[in-house]
């Protein structure tokens, strides 16, 4: 069974940076596509971002020129990770790591159990 496992989560103030990352576990062959969304209180998960193994990118408007994804392409290491610069309190939010759709453009069955970031002064 895939496992995502997620680190990187912490307190950081406005304007500072953060690097998250997500590993795969349970799993041999490397995953199409893998993505972070993010979900604050009483908001819906939205996508930050999402990048596919032939080296497709997306990211959601509230990051761009912000966020950066990449991943580890080491066979069957599945790894990704996600550099935060200029972070804003809006970025404040749990971040889930996210696997198992087919492209950038669709959400994936295969969720972490979420690291939050918290941007705070």
């Known amino acids: 069974q895939v496992r995502l496992v997620e680190s990187g989560g912490d307190l950081v103030q406005p304007g500072g940076s953060l690097r998250l990352s997500c590993a795969a576990a349970g799993i041999t062959y490397r995953l199409s596509t893998m993505a972070w969304y993010r979900q604050s209180p009483g908001k819906q998960r939205d996508l930050v971002a999402a990048?596919?193994?032939?080296?497709?990118?997306?990211?959601g408007d509230s990051v761009v020129g912000r966020f950066t994804i990449s991943r580890d392409d080491a066979i069957a290491k599945n790894t990704i990770y996600l550099q935060m610069n200029n972070l804003k309190p809006e970025d404040t939010a749990v971040y889930y790591c996210n696997a198992g759709a087919y492209s950038v453009d669709q959400q994936g069955v295969i969720w972490g159990q979420g690291t939050q970031v918290t941007v705070s002064s």
């Open positions: 990048i596919h193994i032939d080296g497709t990118l997306k990211y």
